[in-house]
């Protein structure tokens, strides 16, 4: 055994009690800067730097994580592609359009499971082969540490789902329960909250609501309080950290964070809805309700809740389920949709496409007969004729009302054939 060797032994032959202590003990066996990395790329060790820190290093101490930018270009090199491959210490050359200079790196692994990577800036100073053994006994301690953070942290995560769940099915009888509980697992419950579900193309794992979490709190405008997943569904209890924002604030919000995580492309967010403001947590599970009624009430009627992010945008819309079941228990379909039916049979005609797409649109007379490629005074002939069949006028306020539930209520299958859904459309 080497001196060197020796000298490996003496220094890491010992239980460190944080990364960081890890990264200063192998800058100083190395006599350089030290990053160790989580397999996210955020920072969760490193050295003490010096003025020759190159701009890559400088940027990701400073962000606690690595620019993107110099991850796109280690990707592009394939350098990344390289660690994650092999179970050894690479050496990298400068990558000068980057902003990163020579470099040793290793990735720490599990088996084949990526847990982080250890990077050791170098001037020219590693020795051949030490500097290797140096790194790779390191990365050996980090994964040991690693492994052991991530059994705690799922242990915690799993303590705060069942708080989470205790929540929204309505376990706690007082939120002075509701608090003491929060306050054992360190969570800040704000004062007013809104409980928000985000619907996702694909089943949300732990690693997808880590990174997710991450895409919210990167957020300044809200304070995400707690955060769990049910199959597709991502479900936040959040608000917003100004006391003067308001519903167009948090609207605002939640837009910007769709926008953002489907930019990215890793999920895409099909369907969001927001819950009314509580202050009262012993009402979470009315919160959780409403939101998962505004997501049933998209997939119903896609093309009328296009635009609906809150619960009160539903309007009358939120009754529309009940009046169906009310209709199918009572076995009662509407007598004048039934003679427009008859009329549509017997002449072939479309008068009830017409009518509801003329509802629908808000009585906009142009953007109906635009939507149904007929000219402006066709519509108004059928509108007329509409009105003689079925002997009521759709100037009363009441036989609109009445009319339209009736359309939306007996013929929503057919509505979402007739109208665009909302990807079809931007109003």
């Not at 929540?167 to 928000?196: F, G, N």
Request: glycine share 4%; proline share 2%.
């Amino acid at each position: 055994m080497t001196e060197l060797d020796a000298s490996i032994g003496r220094a890491f032959e010992r239980a460190f009690d944080s990364l960081e202590a890890l990264a200063d003990t192998i800058s100083e066996s190395l006599q350089s800067q030290v990053t160790i990395e989580d397999d996210h790329h955020n920072v969760i060790g490193y050295s003490s730097h010096q003025l020759e820190s190159d701009t890559a290093r400088l940027s990701t101490i400073i962000e606690r994580r690595v620019p993107n930018s110099v991850l796109s270009g280690l990707r592009k090199k394939g350098i990344l592609q390289l660690l994650e491959s092999v179970s050894h210490s690479v050496r990298i050359p400068a990558i000068n359009e980057i902003g990163l200079g020579a470099r040793l790196a290793v990735c720490i692994k599990n088996n084949h499971a990526v847990l982080g990577y250890i990077w050791v800036v170098d001037t020219g100073n590693l020795v051949e082969g030490h500097a290797e053994r140096v790194v790779e006994k390191s990365a050996e301690i980090a994964k040991r540490f690693l492994l052991k953070q991530r059994s705690w942290k799922a242990k915690q995560d799993k303590t705060h789902d069942e708080f989470i769940w205790k929540l929204l099915t309505d376990c706690y009888q007082s939120d002075s329960m509701i608090r003491k509980d929060a306050e054992a697992l360190s969570l800040l419950l704000p004062d007013c909250y809104h409980i928000v579900i985000f619907e996702c193309n694909v089943p949300i794992n732990d690693e997808k609501v880590a990174r997710l979490r991450l895409a919210l709190t990167a957020k300044s405008q809200a304070r995400l309080a707690c955060l769990t997943a049910s199959q597709n569904h991502l479900i936040a209890i959040l608000s917003l950290y100004s006391t003067a924002s308001n519903k167009a604030d948090l609207t605002s919000f939640i837009h910007a964070f769709v926008q953002g995580v489907n930019e990215k492309k890793e999920v895409t967010i099909t369907a969001f809805g927001c819950s009314g403001k509580y202050d009262k947590y012993t009402r979470a599970s009315n919160a959780y309700k409403e939101t998962l009624h505004i997501l049933s009430l998209k997939k119903l009627l896609p093309f009328h809740t296009r635009q609906v992010v809150h619960y009160d945008d539903l309007g009358f819309l939120m009754h529309v389920p009940s009046i169906i079941e009310h209709k199918k228990n009572s076995d009662y379909s509407s007598p004048l949709l039934q003679l427009l039916r008859e009329h549509d049979r017997e002449s072939k005609s479309d008068f009830m496409k017409t009518l509801a797409t003329y509802l629908s649109l808000n009585c906009n007379a142009k953007d109906t007969a635009a939507l149904l490629h007929i000219h402006a005074n066709t519509l108004n002939y059928r509108l007329n004729r509409i009105s003689e069949i079925t002997g009521q006028s759709l100037k009363n306020s009441n036989d609109f009302v009445s009319i339209y539930l009736d359309i939306l209520t007996e013929e929503t299958s057919s509505i979402n054939q007739w109208l665009p859904s909302r990807q079809d459309r931007n109003d």
